[in-house]
Nanobody, 122 residues
C-alpha cells in the first residue's frame, strides 16, 4: 500500500516563506510524477496544479506562483518539496500532494495526500 504524507504547512505573514514536504511510502519502484495542487479560485470542488515535477525533470508551475515557488524532489526518499517564497494572502489554501508511481509488482498507483493548510496573513 502506498501512502503520501504531507507536512510543512502553517501560518505565515505576507512576504514570508514555507516549505512543504510530501513523503511517499510503500513498494515504489519509480516515480512518474509528483506535484502540488490547491483549490481553483472561484471553482468549488476543483483543484488546480500549482507545481508538477515529472520523472523526466519537466516542471510546470501555475502562472500565479512562477518566480516565487520552487518544486524539487529527493528520489532516494520518494519525497517532493514545495518551497514557497514571497507568500501572498491569496496563496492561503489547503495544499494537496498528488503522485503517480510504478510499483514493484508492475502496477501503477495514483493518489493524493491528506492536505496541509497554508495560511498567509496580511
Amino acid at each position: 500500500q502506498v501512502q503520501l504524507v504531507e507536512s510543512g504547512g502553517g501560518l505565515v505573514q505576507a512576504g514570508g516563506s514555507l516549505r512543504l514536504s510530501c513523503a511517499a511510502s510503500g513498494s515504489i519502484s519509480s516515480i512518474n510524477y509528483m506535484g502540488w495542487y490547491r483549490r481553483a479560485p472561484g471553482k468549488q470542488g476543483e483543484l488546480v496544479a500549482v507545481a508538477v515535477l515529472t520523472s523526466g525533470g519537466s516542471i510546470n508551475y501555475v502562472d500565479s506562483v512562477k518566480g516565487r515557488f520552487t518544486i524539487s524532489r529527493d528520489n532516494a526518499k520518494n519525497t517532493v518539496y514545495l518551497r514557497m517564497n514571497s507568500l501572498k494572502p491569496e496563496d492561503t489554501d489547503v495544499y494537496y500532494c498528488n503522485a503517480q508511481f510504478y510499483l514493484s509488482d508492475g502496477s501503477t498507483w495514483d493518489g493524493w495526500g491528506q492536505g496541509t493548510q497554508v495560511t498567509v496573513s496580511s
